[in-house]
């Protein structure tokens, strides 16, 4: 017999979030520089030096916000953790009644409700209860080395992006190009991400556009106003 699987959004939410999130940062924020510097008249090797470095520095800058801020989320997920592990030591059976409770309601009968909580109490009391009093699962777990390393990645390969565009530009339409190919990326990015998320692609797609265009004639025009040539 053939055995059935499903997969969930769930299971792919942590690092899915940092993929998402570093690579479309990655894209803007380079392309956004490479414009502003390109829309100043600028020349080739001044807008490769501010990209490269807007790349090393963006991904260090995601990779360190991204590990500060999910070990914040994992050292809330330890304290609950030991938390519980010290009321199923010293009130063993005030915490069966909170599963109890639960159980109930959620539709239960108390009968049921009560065979449920002794059962997974038996299996794995501590899993059970932080499952389905507080809402923590394995797959949810908060990884902070994983979402750095991948941020930092996903960033990296954003962010060179714009910079080939740049190198293969005609020198003459240099931000145009850049501006252009980068939407094209930003947009396919947003339609791919909300595709794995499990959301409409189109509008995906279209949300990323919007404020990512916003953000392209923005840089542009403050490249034009302090254009170092003009």
């Given amino acids: 017999m053939r055995r059935h699987r499903e997969r969930h959004v769930g299971e792919r939410v942590g690092w899915l979030r940092a993929a ?3 690579a479309n940062d990655g894209i803007l924020s380079t392309a956004g520089l490479v ?35 999910v070990s914040s989320q994992s050292d809330a997920e330890r304290a609950e953790r030991e938390l519980e592990q010290h009321e199923l030591a010293t009130d063993a059976h005030g915490e ?15 009968p049921l409700a009560e065979q449920v909580a002794d059962k997974l109490t038996a299996h794995d009391a501590l899993g059970a209860h932080l499952r389905d009093e507080l ?25 060179a992006l714009p910079l080939i565009a740049a190198l293969l530009a ?7 190009t850049v501006a252009i190919s980068s939407l094209v990326s930003l947009a396919v990015l947003g339609a791919v991400a909300a595709r794995a998320g499990g959301a409409p692609m189109l509008q995906g ?26």
Wanted: charged share 10%.
């Fill in 35 to 69: 414009v502003g510097v390109a829309s100043a008249d600028a020349t080739l090797a001044s807008v490769m030096v501010a990209g490269v470095a807007g790349l090393v520095a963006g991904a260090l800058s995601m990779a360190t916000g991204e590990y500060v801020s």
């Fill in 170 to 176: 005609p020198p003459a339409h240099m931000g145009l």
């Fill in 135 to 159: 809402g923590l699962t394995e797959a949810q777990r908060a990884r902070p080395l994983q979402a750095a390393l991948t941020s930092a990645l996903c960033f990296s390969i954003g962010a």
């Fill in 96 to 110: 069966r009644e909170e599963l109890v409770n639960i159980y109930v309601g959620r539709g239960l009968d108390r």
């Fill in 205 to 230: 797609a279209l949300r990323v556009l919007v404020w990512s265009a916003l953000a392209m004639v923005a840089t542009a025009a403050i490249g034009r106003l302090f254009g170092v040539n003009t």
């Fill in 20 to 22: 998402v999130l570093g």
